[in-house]
Structures are given as structure tokens and as C-alpha cells.
């Protein structure tokens, strides 16, 4: 009798953990934005009134017509910027549309009609402003669930500008003569430095060096070297760290690169993405106001050699450590007025009345004196879009 009690409880057990199982793989069919099972964020890039479209997928196909309803969730633009630390808005009144509020997954589909998500006018946008419109999904007419990871879908709009730039080909350079042995610029516990560039050529003799931005021998951005013997990788110099971009660049396109020093740790950036860190917590102070020879400069280090032949555009510094999103956000413009920790700032895009000052935006005062009169560019797009 004993025994068979063990087998009966064996059994009620095994059939406890059957019906476990089997709820636990039940499964119930979905619907989701169309195209975020990886990401719910879609880039949208505008220089006028613009337009996409979206749809919503189904995880089966519809036995008959279903309706997605859709709405604009204008107070999760809030919520996203306080999880991930951005500074989105919500596009302004009157210069969006939804042409559709809810679409439909007809019988025998699993995709739905599309809706067209519309930039009607940009009158009202900020410049340089970064805007979100999350679209979310609020219900299905069959009753039939939602993946919630795909709910809402982000629509970030970045504004592409046109501006122009500064041709740095015949040895033509900018200095900043009154950043030298300023107090303010030594000592930085963190620094960050950027700019906008288009190669036509690299140096390829003597040091092979094209300078970019910064200060000789203590925190100058460049392309080349003689030490690493390819003059189409970008470099931080100075301070006794120098760290060198894996990858070379690429002449004939435009490129947004950048140096982070935290403190602790350097990072080269291209395009707003990660291409190499080195610690950085013995090195020297960064000294912005330090001179070799030369000032703080833009095409050019050493005593007016090492120039740079390409195209340049939107020079900053910071004595802050930028976020990566900071990076990949502004690389066409910072707003002086409510930007933290800019030390100087050099759009490039116009001179004042005698022909050779750029006007260092950030009111700091540190003004870029040209070698000669500017050759600018023609009209540039930024950001570049592929």
C-alpha cells in the first residue's frame, strides 16, 4: 500500500509539472510596430515638409480584417528623456500629421495598410532642436494583444541644415591667440574637442601629419604620423598618451570626429561612435592655453606646418566630457545659450567685417584670426545621410 501512495504521488506530481509546462508554453499571437523587433526608434532626417509611412505586422495572418488603432503619445517624449538622459521635444503644434488613426490587417495578411506620418512645416522648429513624435499602438478591434516592447515607436526628426565651410587648402589656418596661458584653460579635469571634416589629400611626407584642431603637444586632434606610417588614421597627440583610430578614413566625404577625456579615460570618436580608448588617468593636464610653437589652432600645429588639405566646418572644445548621444546629436549645431561647459565654439561660416575673425560663439571670447582671407565651400548638408 505504501508503495502504491508513492506511485499515486509520483503521478499527481508529474501531472502537476505537465500542466506547468504546458502553460508555460502557451503562446498568444501579436501585434507590433513594423520593423521594431530590434529597436522602436526610426530616424527620420527632414529639410522640409517630409513623409513616411507605418504599418503595423501581426505574429500570424488574420482569419478576418482587424483594426490597430494609433495615436501620437506626446507625454512619453517626457518619459524617454528622463530614462535615457536626451533632451528630445515634442514636434510643434500644426507641423505634424497622422493621416490615419487606425489601420487594418486585412483577412489572410499580417501586415497592415500603411499610415503616413507627415511633416507638414518647419516654421516653428528650433534650430539645432532634436524632436520625438512616439507613435503608439492603443488597441486592436478583435481584442488581440500587444508586444509591448514594440508598442510605441519613436520617431526622432533631425534637422538637416545647410551651411557652409572653410577650405584650408594653400597652407590656410586659424589661430586662437587669446586662449594662450589663460587660467581658465589649464588644468581641464575633462575636455572634449570636435569638429567637422573632408579630406582632399593626405601629407605623405616629412611627418605626415595633417593638423586638425587642438594645441601641439598637448591635446591636438591630427591625421597621420610618422610613427604609425599611414597618414589616413586619425590621432590624439600630446600629454605623453597619444591614441590612434584603428580604421583610416576615407578621403572625398565628410565626417563629424571628436576626443573625450573624462579624466580617467580618452576616447577617439568618428560619426558619433566609438573607435578606440586608452586610459588617460596619468597623463599630464590638459592645457588648452598651453603654446608650442603655436597656439590652440584649426589647420595647423608646429609653427604654421603640418596644414590640412581638406574642408572643415563646426569646430567646438568643451571642458566636459560629451555623451556619445550629445556627439551623435550635434554634430551640425549646439545651441551657445543653454550648451554646458563650452569653452569655444567656431561654426565656420562666415567671417566679421574685416574679412579674417571667426566670432567664437560660445562668449568666451577666444576668437580664430585667419592666416588669410577665406576660401569657403559651396553649400554642405548636415548631417550627411546615406
Not at 570618436?269 to 596619468?282: H, M, Q, W
Amino acid at each position: 500500500m505504501k508503495f502504491n501512495h508513492i506511485l499515486s504521488g509520483l503521478a499527481l506530481t508529474a501531472a502537476v509539472l505537465a500542466a506547468g509546462c504546458q502553460k508555460s508554453l502557451e503562446y498568444s499571437d501579436v501585434v507590433y510596430f513594423t520593423g521594431t523587433e530590434n529597436s522602436n526608434i526610426t530616424n527620420m532626417y527632414v529639410d522640409g515638409p517630409s513623409s513616411m509611412g507605418v504599418t503595423v505586422t501581426s505574429s500570424c495572418k488574420m482569419a478576418a480584417d482587424v483594426q490597430v488603432a494609433l495615436a501620437v503619445d506626446a507625454a512619453a517624449v517626457d518619459a524617454y528623456n528622463a530614462l535615457h538622459g536626451t533632451d528630445y521635444r515634442m514636434l510643434p503644434a500644426g507641423s505634424y500629421r497622422l493621416s490615419d488613426d487606425a489601420v487594418t490587417i486585412a483577412e489572410g495578411t499580417n501586415v497592415s495598410t500603411p499610415s503616413s506620418f507627415e511633416i507638414v512645416s518647419m516654421d516653428d522648429f528650433d534650430e539645432g532642436a532634436h524632436y520625438c513624435v512616439p507613435l503608439k499602438i492603443t488597441g486592436t478591434s478583435n481584442g488581440m494583444g500587444v508586444l509591448e516592447a514594440s508598442r510605441t515607436q519613436y520617431i526622432f526628426i533631425s534637422q538637416i541644415t545647410t551651411t557652409r565651410g572653410i577650405n584650408l587648402k594653400n597652407s590656410w589656418y586659424i589661430t586662437m591667440d587669446g586662449m594662450v596661458d589663460d587660467p581658465a584653460l589649464k588644468d581641464l579635469p575633462a575636455c572634449t574637442m570636435e569638429i567637422r571634416m573632408y579630406a582632399n589629400g593626405w601629407r605623405t611626407s616629412g611627418h605626415m601629419i595633417s593638423s586638425l584642431i587642438g594645441v601641439e603637444e598637448n591635446f591636438l586632434l591630427r591625421v597621420g604620423d610618422e610613427s604609425i606610417k599611414n597618414p589616413a588614421q586619425l590621432q590624439l597627440a600630446g600629454r605623453g598618451t597619444s591614441i590612434t583610430a584603428p580604421n583610416a578614413l576615407s578621403l572625398g566625404r565628410w565626417y563629424h570626429i571628436a576626443v573625450v577625456d573624462n579624466g580617467s579615460e580618452m576616447t577617439i570618436y568618428i560619426d558619433g561612435n566609438a573607435e578606440i580608448s586608452v586610459d588617460s588617468s596619468s597623463s599630464k593636464a590638459i592645457n588648452l592655453g598651453f603654446y608650442y610653437n603655436s597656439p590652440f589652432a584649426i589647420g595647423m600645429s608646429a609653427a604654421d606646418v603640418r596644414y590640412f588639405n581638406g574642408y572643415v566646418s563646426e569646430a567646438r572644445v568643451w571642458k566636459r566630457a560629451l555623451t556619445p548621444t550629445e556627439l551623435k546629436n550635434n554634430q551640425c549645431y549646439v545651441d551657445p545659450a543653454t550648451a554646458e561647459g563650452l569653452i569655444g565654439y567656431w561654426r565656420l561660416d562666415q567671417v566679421e567685417d574685416d574679412g579674417r575673425t571667426f566670432t567664437d560663439l560660445s562668449g568666451n571670447g577666444y576668437h580664430g584670426k585667419a592666416s588669410s582671407n577665406p576660401i569657403w565651400t559651396g553649400e554642405i548638408k548636415c548631417p550627411v545621410v546615406d
